[in-house]
């Protein structure tokens, strides 16, 4: 009996699970298909997509494209990205996660109401990070973007507050942000927040640690792009010393692999279970060598 396990909660959430099966769905069609930015932060898996046929470009390379098909990934889009779309005459196939266009959504109602009271819109997130430049855009890039609880000097205490996160933010985190804005804003000014944490990504957290506890050894398998992928092996690592981060199965020291020991293997919302089972794969031709 097998003493390794896949960690059947690990791998794609539905909104790249969505993403790559419209993607596969287009390339069927033939023809060229675009896809703006990485459609996941694997690269295993860009590669097989790009072999497929699906080219990666930039926001540039997007702006002076004409009359092609053009995927927009799970993380959604600010408006200009659909303006420049229009002008080009560029066929979208928007894979934007249902739960990110919703948060657009609110973001987007919510500083269309507020903008003439001074109500700072405040946003939970990573800056840069594709997600929050999409929720950034529903402002006119206006929101401020919060990292870290340190980062809370930059808000006015005596004016209103309303705080978004990030749909993939931890939500100790969020958390966090919301009690120390409360217990620092000043007389009459509002302060509001909307839980937007999307719990298919946030219920891995109690589950990865429940995972990395059962087994003697863990590998992480993430692309190192990924900023779930670097939260989740956080907290196997919290819970489990003996946890390993690799992105392929090459990365595996045969050195760790003991022949007895319970071996878990677990990933990101950006992990394929294929990358996982060639992990599987890697530690059984490993342990199958003589000592």
């Known amino acids: 009996m097998s003493n ?7 791998g794609f959430c539905f909104g790249v699970v969505n993403a790559i099966k419209k993607a596969e769905e ?21 590669d097989r997509l790009e072999k497929l046929g699906l080219k990666t470009i930039n926001h540039e390379e997007f702006a002076k494209l004409r009359d092609v098909r053009v995927l927009l990934r799970a993380h959604g889009e600010p ?11 560029i066929e979208i196939i928007d894979a934007s996660c249902p739960v990110v266009l919703r948060l657009q959504k609110k973001i987007h109602d919510k500083y269309d109401l507020e903008k003439d009271n001074n109500t700072q819109i405040v ?10 430049n999409g929720l950034l855009g529903q402002t006119d890039s206006t929101a401020i973007v919060i990292e870290k609880k340190e980062d809370l000097d930059k808000l006015d205490f005596s004016k209103n507050i309303c705080l978004f996160s990030q749909t993939t ?6 958390q966090e942000i919301i009690d120390i804005i409360q217990s620092r804003m000043k007389g009459d000014a509002r302060f509001e927040y909307f839980d937007t944490i999307c719990r298919q990504v946030s219920n891995r957290i109690p589950n990865i640690k429940e995972f ?12 190192e792009k990924s900023s779930n992928g670097k939260v989740l092996f956080a907290e196997c690592k919290k819970y489990n010393p003996n ?23 677990c990933g990101a919302t950006s992990t394929p279970k294929w990358q996982m089972e060639e992990v599987e794969a890697k530690i059984d031709e490993i342990r199958a060598v003589p000592v």
């Not at 390794?4 to 690990?10: R, V």
């Not at 287009?26 to 459609?39: F, N, Q, S, V």
């Not at 939970?124 to 997600?131: D, L, M, P, T």
């Not at 933010?169 to 969020?174: E, N, S, W, Y």
Request: net charge negative; with cysteine.
């Open 212 to 223: 990395a506890l059962k087994h003697d050894i863990i590998f992480f398998v993430a692309g």
């Open 243 to 265: 946890s390993y981060f690799i992105t392929t199965p090459s990365d595996i020291n045969p050195d760790v692999v003991s022949k007895t020991a319970t071996i878990g293997i």
């Open 123 to 132: 946003i939970y997130g990573k800056n840069g990070h594709a997600e929050v």
């Open 169 to 174: 933010k931890p939500l100790d985190g969020f």
């Open 26 to 46: 287009e390339l069927a069609k033939g023809g060229t298909l675009y896809c703006l930015g990485d459609i996941v932060h694997n690269n295993l898996e860009v």
């Open 4 to 10: 390794i396990e896949i960690d059947a909660k690990s």
């Open 79 to 89: 408006p200009s990205t659909y303006k420049i779309a229009k002008a080009n005459n």
